[in-house]
């Protein structure tokens, strides 16, 4: 009833925008997508995709995460800002929830550079969020476009070489021990041009046992080769010598003391140490004005320490190297005497994770309980149209092939041999349809398919405690059906809103035991079904005053799945809320006066398949103002932030399906902060 009463009262709508006056659109600057491959119009795309600029990325934020920023986008859910021995917890229409640590079933790429492993697994312990220049997050299934994990995809931009030149410093601290210190310059030199930022974060955590150290450096080169020749070289490294893990806690223990840490999790010293170092080239060459080649390559060295809250194989150790490359060809042309754009490529990437595990000895390392090599490789190839029919009307499309191995070498074999190799293929298509109601306001409809595969660390985590892959987890496979308004009205108000239906076979669902406390384990139910409705506005009140609010329903449920003699048939799908909500006050005065007042409402939503504990709903309000003073080439910007004002008492993490119901890993209370930012800007000439 919810569906049919939504699409009447937009196609109400649509029908009236149509007849608008469209030259009262005509002078809104159009924003251009990247993480659709093609590069179209953002109101154009048949799919919702939110974009983030710099200031909604930076402006007067700790800038520790991209946490904040997503709070602001409908039909994403965001979890764990605070642990980063787990990483943040990023899930889109659902697609991610399962994570343990780590994002799981989203595409996310940095510059053109896939920051996800082939396997699916992203970790953005080495993201900087003060070197972002903007934010794409692609809502639905895209694997006709990215293969393996693309529930969703967040396409990321750092900020480019500056001319004039610009140097930029900036001091945080606050609450809890936190401290941020960032210094970042670009610059160019003709036909070559850098930027460069190195950031250190750190702090003692709300909770015990929650420190974290933190340094992250990325540089990038832009050098332009020749007039249609460019070549950009991209190189980020990020060390985190400690990310302690304070555990999830009982309902009971939380009562009783929300800050204290899970005593096992002290015992055994939970947490995790990670290296990274990554370098991407990308070569952009245009045949002419139709025509244009890219090619790409990277590789990616990482080094992962883990200890866990039990003692057999409770310490982890991963080598992982993975890279890749891949190459498109975009050509710009008519197509049946109509306007046609059209990509072809290939993308191959190979990953290599070498797995060790050691007995946790009250936080000492022990004897070896599992050494054994990974592989996953994939060869992708794919194209993609965009046709435009008449006028108001065009076409995407487009399929990909995948080839996947998954293998395991067993290197431990005093248990026996568990090497094996599982091949894969999978053809993944996808259409949409735009009208376009006036130059500025469309309607869609699109149908997707998705698939993805276990990562390497979830087919590791065996049940059977011997080494190997999980034989009994399969793949999960998806297909989804959205239909979607885009408006833009007067140049002060923008209105977005999406319907989407997503059928799931064999989904992923996390479950631990309790003989491995700490430790989640994977297995796949049967059928689940999600429909939601995703809404927006964003109204300019006056030059400088913008006010934007969304809301998220979200009615995910499985309909076949049966666990041991238990039955989850019409159970709510744990870890997603069925209602989310969010709005924003944001001044910004010609001054250089900025304030932000943000109110986030996320209701209630069950920890566990057979929907017997609940999470509880919360609210939580957030205040961040500063000024920016300029003089010559120099500027200033105090800042200060209040998180939590009213200090809501909520739990910032929710464990799924947790052993012993330790699903509660409970949220700061009021924290503030404070900062200041300088700036210094090249000469400028007269």
């Known amino acids: 009833m919810k569906f049919t009463i939504t699409i009447l009262l937009t196609a109400l709508i649509s029908s009236l925008i149509a007849q608008t006056d469209t030259l009262s659109n005509q002078d809104i600057k159009p924003v251009t997508v990247t993480a659709t491959r093609l590069g179209n119009d953002q109101i154009q795309t048949p799919f919702a995709i939110t974009v983030l600029n710099k200031n909604q990325l930076q402006a007067v934020q700790q800038q520790l995460s991209v946490y904040d920023a997503l709070n602001t986008v409908s039909g994403v859910f965001v979890q764990n800002p605070d642990n980063f021995s787990q990483d943040l917890r990023i899930s889109i229409r659902g697609f991610g929830a399962r994570a343990a640590f780590g994002i799981r079933g989203i595409r996310i790429i940095t510059d053109g550079i896939p920051e996800s492993t082939p396997d699916g697994q992203a970790d953005v312990d080495n993201l900087d969020a003060g070197a972002l220049q903007s934010m794409e997050i692609l809502k639905g299934a895209s694997s006709a476009l990215y293969g393996n994990a693309s529930g969703g995809v967040i396409y ?44 250190y974060n750190q702090s003692d955590g709300y909770r015990e046992h929650a420190n974290v150290r933190q340094l992250i450096v990325n540089n990038k080169w832009v050098v332009d080769l020749s007039g249609k020749t460019t070549l950009r070289v991209l190189l980020n490294y990020g060390n985190s010598p400690q990310a302690d893990d304070a555990g999830g806690l009982t309902a009971e223990q939380v009562a009783t003391n929300r800050r204290q840490a899970r005593p096992q999790n002290v015992q055994f010293d939970v947490g995790e140490s990670v290296e990274q170092g990554r370098a991407g080239v990308i070569l952009e060459h245009r045949l002419n004005d139709q025509q244009r080649l890219t090619l790409r390559g990277f590789i990616t060295a990482r080094g992962f320490d883990n200890k866990l809250a039990f003692r057999n194989g409770g310490v982890v150790e991963i080598n992982r190297l993975f890279g890749g490359g891949g190459m498109q060809y975009e050509l710009t042309s008519q197509l049946f005497r109509r306007p046609y754009r059209m990509q072809a490529g290939v993308d191959q990437d190979q990953q290599r994770d070498h797995r060790r595990r050691f007995n946790n000895e009250q936080s000492i390392k022990g004897t070896a309980t599992l050494d054994q090599n990974e592989k996953f490789g994939s060869v992708g190839v794919y194209w993609i149209h965009h046709l435009e029919l008449a006028d108001k009307w065009a076409l995407t499309a487009s399929t990909r092939l995948d080839r996947i191995k998954l293998a395991v070498e067993d290197q431990f074999l005093s248990d026996g041999d568990q090497s094996d190799a599982i091949p894969i293929t999978r053809f993944s298509p996808l259409a949409g349809l735009t009208w376009k109601l006036n130059p500025r306001s469309a309607m869609y409809v699109n149908v997707t398919s998705n698939y993805e595969l276990p990562t390497l660390n979830e087919l590791s985590a065996n049940p059977a405690n011997v080494g190997g892959f999980n034989a009994g987890l399969k793949p999960q496979k998806a297909w989804s059906g959205e239909w979607g308004l885009k408006v833009a009205v007067f140049k002060v108000l923008r209105v977005e809103t999406a319907l989407f239906f997503i059928g799931l076979r064999d989904e992923f669902v996390p479950y631990q035991l309790v003989d491995f406390p700490g430790r989640t384990f994977y297995r796949n139910a049967g059928k689940s079904e999600r429909k939601g409705v995703e809404a927006s506005v964003q109204w300019t009140v006056q030059p400088g005053l913008v006010f934007s609010i969304n809301y998220t329903y979200s009615d995910f449920r499985y309909t076949e799945y049966r666990s041991g003699d238990q039955d989850f048939k019409n159970n709510r799908t744990p870890g997603i809320p069925q209602h989310n909500g969010f709005g924003e006050w944001r001044w910004t005065s010609s001054k250089g006066f900025t304030a932000v007042a943000q109110l986030r409402r996320v209701g209630s939503f069950y920890t566990n398949d057979a929907n017997t504990d609940k999470n509880d709903a919360y609210t939580v309000a957030t205040f961040r103002a500063g000024y920016r003073h300029s003089f010559r080439q120099w500027a200033i910007e105090p800042f200060v932030g209040i998180s939590n004002i009213f200090n809501a008492r909520y739990n910032a993490n929710v464990l799924i399906n947790a052993a012993g119901g330790r699903y509660y890993e409970p949220g700061a209370g009021a924290y503030g902060y404070g900062g200041v930012k300088i700036m210094i800007e090249g000469i400028k000439k007269n």
Do not use: D, H, I, N
């Open 156 to 199: 990321l931009k750092t900020e480019e070489p500056a001319t004039p030149p610009f140097t930029e410093v900036q001091v945080v601290q606050g609450s809890y021990g936190f401290q941020r210190y960032q210094a970042k310059m670009g610059v160019r030199w003709g036909k070559v041009g850098t930027f460069l930022s190195v950031g």
